[in-house]
Structure formats: structure tokens, C-alpha cells
């Protein structure tokens, strides 16, 4: 059974940092695509990063502010988040996908996490 769990939301004001991280039984990420994804109140759930082997991808948001990286080793992937604002405040979920090529769409995406929540204050 295929299971990821995100750690590491919590609540932060502006500017500051969160690292969420993801790790996974069930699921060898190694050779997987694995994504970072947000849904604020309200709102659809959105693309935040991805990582494919050594290429990673980010949506606008985050480009300059967040770094998606991964530990093979220990199965997990990060999301390090800087220069937060209120605008990220969001449910953030780890998701992996068997699929052999990168893509944003939430429907690409084959396993998730529970979510783990990210509160900035402004």
C-alpha cells in the first residue's frame, strides 16, 4: 500500500521559511516524478514544484523562493520555502506520479498525501 506523508506546515510570519518534507512507503520515488501542490481555501489545488531525476519545475509563485530537492536514500522529497508571504497560505500536498514525463496538472499525479498546512501571516 502506497502511502506519502507530508511534515514540516506550520504557521510563520511574512518573510519567513518552512522546509516541508515528504516521505513514502510503499512508493520508491527514486525513479518517480514527485510534485509539491497547494490548495488555499476557496481555491482549486495547483502546481507548485516538481522534481523529474535532476530537473525540477516550479510555477511562477515560487520560482526564486522555493527549492524542490530529494534524498533517494531516505525516499523523501523537500520543499525548502523562503521569502513567505500570505499568498502561499495553503494546504500543501506531496504527490508522485508513474508517469515518464513531467507534467503540472493535479490529474497527472497518481498518489498523495494527507496535506499539511502552511499559515503566513502578514
Known amino acids: 500500500q502506497v502511502q506519502l506523508v507530508e511534515s514540516g506546515g506550520g504557521s510563520v510570519q511574512a518573510g519567513g521559511s518552512l522546509r516541508l518534507s515528504c516521505t513514502g512507503s510503499?512508493?520508491?520515488?527514486?525513479?518517480?516524478?514527485m510534485g509539491w501542490f497547494r490548495q488555499a481555501a476557496g481555491k482549486e489545488r495547483e502546481f507548485v514544484a516538481a522534481?523529474?531525476?535532476?530537473?525540477?519545475y516550479y510555477a511562477d509563485s515560487a520560482k526564486g523562493r522555493f527549492t524542490i530537492s530529494r534524498d533517494n536514500g531516505k525516499n523523501a522529497v523537500y520543499l525548502q520555502m523562503n521569502s513567505l508571504k500570505s499568498d502561499d497560505t495553503a494546504v500543501y500536498y506531496c504527490?508522485?506520479?508513474?508517469?515518464?514525463?513531467?507534467?503540472?496538472?493535479?490529474?497527472?499525479?497518481?498518489?498523495w498525501g494527507q496535506g499539511t498546512q502552511v499559515t503566513v501571516s502578514s
Open positions: 504527490a508522485g506520479s508513474f508517469n515518464p514525463f513531467y507534467s503540472k496538472p493535479p490529474a497527472s499525479y497518481d498518489y
Open positions: 510503499g512508493y520508491t520515488f527514486a525513479s518517480k516524478i
Open positions: 522534481i523529474a531525476w535532476s530537473n525540477t
